[in-house]
């Protein structure tokens, strides 16, 4: 009544799923989904961050929600750029909420997403370059479907103190070495820098990815968490708890009993 507009939105009430597809013009290839950990703390405490981990497969995902996923939403975008003049040829990131009204957007990127790429591009066993070439060059219809492990794959992102505040950086990180003795263990660098001896340091928030293969979910999370526990860093802080609901089957997916509609 003084003028000040009120939005009101659909409240989404399913759990989040992130879904890379590579576009180029009409054609989209899906790669795996997964799903992000977003706040801080354990158990979703906190305030948000740019991510804490992230897993894939998602075994509570609805069977076939990955094609509906597509044909109702990420190939009609690619088809309403090309009919708008502006093919878009690159990778489109869906983040969306399995409702129970089935799949809804949250947001759209044009990027890879961190850090569930890091977790779905572990599982990835045919040539990532030649997918993105064909992309980039308009021959992603005639390019070989992408194949994958069956492995499961967990990462875990290590952050410096105080992140998503205001951070301490210049910490000095060691055992990333003694970490990746592991097996199915490697440790991507994200906010890391070397002083002038040398020496591996913090230089921001989201620091290090530390990505794991299990034949489980838990198996590869038991190996994320171990090679964790190798690698010092003052202050630093992790979740306890990426993947764990999924690999105890207590992930609920309200979008699982939902009708053929479209995603609005």
């Known amino acids: 009544e003084d003028g000040h507009p009120v939005l009101l939105e659909s409240f989404l009430d399913g759990p989040e799923v992130s879904l890379f597809c590579l576009v180029d013009g009409e054609t989209v290839v899906p790669l795996l989904p997964a799903q992000d950990h977003k706040r801080v703390g354990d158990g979703d405490r906190g305030p948000n961050t740019g991510g804490m981990g992230a897993y894939t497969p998602l075994g509570w995902l609805p069977e076939g929600m990955v094609e509906r996923i597509v044909d109702e939403v990420c190939r009609p975008v690619a ?3 090309v009919a708008s003049g502006c093919p878009f040829s690159g990778l489109l990131y869906a983040g969306l909420a399995i409702t129970s009204r089935g799949p809804e957007v949250v ?5 890879f997403g961190d850090p569930e790429t890091q977790a779905v591009l572990a599982r990835l066993t045919s040539s990532l370059p030649e997918l993105l ?3 980039a060059t308009g021959r992603l219809a005639e390019a070989p479907e992408p194949t994958w492990s069956e492995q499961c794959a967990v990462d875990v992102v290590i952050a ?5 505040g205001t951070v301490t950086t210049g910490g000095t990180i060691t055992g990333i070495e003694t970490a990746e003795e592991l097996d199915d263990v490697h440790v991507l660098h994200a906010g890391t820098g070397t002083t002038e001896r040398g020496e591996l340091i913090a230089v921001g928030g989201r620091v290090l990815s530390v990505v794991a293969l299990g034949a489980t979910l838990e198996a590869a999370r038991e190996r994320a968490y171990e090679a964790v526990e190798r690698i010092n860093l003052e202050g630093a802080q992790y979740r306890t708890d990426i993947a764990q609901a999924a690999s105890e089957g207590s992930v609920g997916s309200v979008g699982s009993a939902a009708s053929a509609d479209g995603a609005e």
């Open 133 to 135: 070439h064909a992309a």
């Open 107 to 111: 947001e759209f990127n044009c990027r």
């Open 160 to 164: 410096a103190p105080g992140y998503p």
């Open 79 to 81: 088809r309403e750029m």
